[in-house]
């Protein structure tokens, strides 16, 4: 067998879920606006980024080979935390409301995450059960990723876009 030196499909997607949670941490812990000001737009850029890699490649990968209500819930999930992720980028720590939405944000995605990878039964256990080559799809998502942040760093990405519903 050949060494493994990359992140397969859901070791990639773990990481991810792991340093969002450090940034959370992170703002909890911070009290200067404009650091917050800086880990919140963090927070906005790496989950617009994780959403995509699933949205384009992860999700439709394992759909018809896991419970696909499963699916259809994560990505109404996503979709609401788009909303705060677009607000929260546009109004930023002006808003009188910031702090809460990020905590919102939080919140919302901890239970995404818990449906994702840590209960009973989650999309990622059912996923690890199918066919999908998670190797050659960890390249894939690897890859789009790393397009993603570049084009995150050279010009910004434009507000997350909906997959379920109109554009709030
Ligand atoms: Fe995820
Ligand atoms: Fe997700």
Redesign the pocket.
């Known amino acids: 067998m050949a060494k493994k030196d990359k992140l397969d499909a859901i070791e990639l997607l773990k990481k991810d879920h792991r340093e969002v949670e450090a940034l959370f941490s992170d703002f909890q812990k911070t009290s200067g606006e404009k650091t917050k000001e800086k880990i919140a737009q963090k927070i906005c850029t790496e989950l617009k980024i ?2 995509i890699i ?1 949205e384009e490649i992860f999700y439709p990968a394992i759909r018809g080979k896991v419970d696909d209500d499963d699916i259809d819930e ?1 990505l109404v ?2 979709d609401g935390a788009k909303v705060l992720i677009n607000e929260i980028e546009s109004s930023g720590s002006k808003s009188d409301f910031f702090d809460a939405k990020v905590k919102v944000l939080q919140e919302e995605i901890e239970h ?1 995450v818990k449906e ?1 990878e840590k209960q009973w039964g989650s999309l990622f256990s059912q996923a690890r059960k199918t066919d999908v080559d998670m190797d050659a799809l960890g390249e894939q998502m690897a890859e789009r990723k790393a397009e993603l942040q570049e084009q995150a760093r050279s010009k910004g990405l434009p507000p997350a876009k909906m997959a379920t519903m109109e554009q709030a």
């Open positions: 994780h959403a699933e994560a999930e996503h995404h994702e």
